[in-house]
């Protein structure tokens, strides 16, 4: 079946523009995680849906990230006013309920502000 | 704070021989442990994961780890390695069961293999 997809795959912006970066998980999973990977990290943990619970957004660094999910499904990244160090790629997964089920990882948006 | 320690960044092996890519953990219990491996352009794909009993796990692809909790490691082992397996490898944490899905990564390792 269809895996969690991402889009767009890359994004080229100017710093200070807003960007909205796009989930789609893979159908009936009711969890879905944001990460980010910025160049020779780990993965870096950024917000938590899961069913209708409200999200854990501790990993955002900022308050100019924001993120939602739409419907119990896909969910948009959204970062505004951007900086160059938000130049990374970010990752969604998504798992058939929280906690330690499997996660299943999308490609990635890479990410590069000017 | 919980940390993730993949001490090599690169690793250069020949096809058929042995791989083993190092993962050490600071943890006060027993952690979720978990490898993953990145292809170039693909998402992440658990390899395989460790959360309680035996020490040793299979995985796919040939794959096996051994949880050492004298020695705070979670190492990766294959016995002989293909071409197909020049990948990025990341080990993670999950910290705990209130916060398991916030899995905590390492720096990952890059395996190149020779032919």
């Known amino acids: 079946g269809a895996g969690v997809s991402q889009s767009p795959s890359n994004k080229v912006t100017e710093k200070g523009k807003d960007v909205e970066l796009r989930c789609d998980p893979i159908s009936g999973h009711t969890a879905l995680y944001w990460y980010r990977q910025s160049l020779g990290q780990g993965l870096e943990f950024l917000i938590y849906?899961?069913?209708?619970?409200?999200?854990?957004k501790s990993g955002l660094p900022s308050d100019r990230f924001s993120a939602e999910r739409t419907g119990g499904s896909v969910s948009t990244l959204t970062i505004q006013r951007t900086q160059q160090e938000d130049s990374a790629v970010y990752l969604c997964a998504s798992s058939l309920g929280g906690g330690l089920k499997t996660q299943y990882f999308g490609p990635g948006t890479r990410l590069l502000v000017l | 704070a919980q940390s993730v320690t993949q001490p090599d960044i690169h690793i250069t092996v020949s096809e058929g021989a042995s791989l083993e890519l190092r993962c050490n953990y600071s943890?006060?219990?027993?952690?979720?442990l978990f490898w993953y491996v990145q292809s170039p352009g693909q998402g992440l794909q658990l390899l395989l994961k460790?959360?309680?009993?035996?020490?040793l796990v299979q995985g796919i692809k040939g794959f096996e780890a051994e949880f050492k909790r004298s020695q705070s490691s979670f190492n990766l082992r294959k016995p002989s390695v293909h071409w197909s397996d020049a990948a990025e490898y990341f080990c993670?944490?999950?910290?705990?069961?209130?916060?398991?899905?916030?899995?905590?990564f390492g720096s990952g390792t890059r395996l190149l293999v020779r032919p």
């Open positions: 993670a944490v999950g910290p705990s069961m209130d916060s398991s899905y916030k899995l905590i």
């Open positions: 849906f899961q069913g209708n619970s409200a999200p854990d």
């Open positions: 460790y959360f309680s009993g035996d020490t």
């Open positions: 943890y006060g219990a027993t952690p979720y």
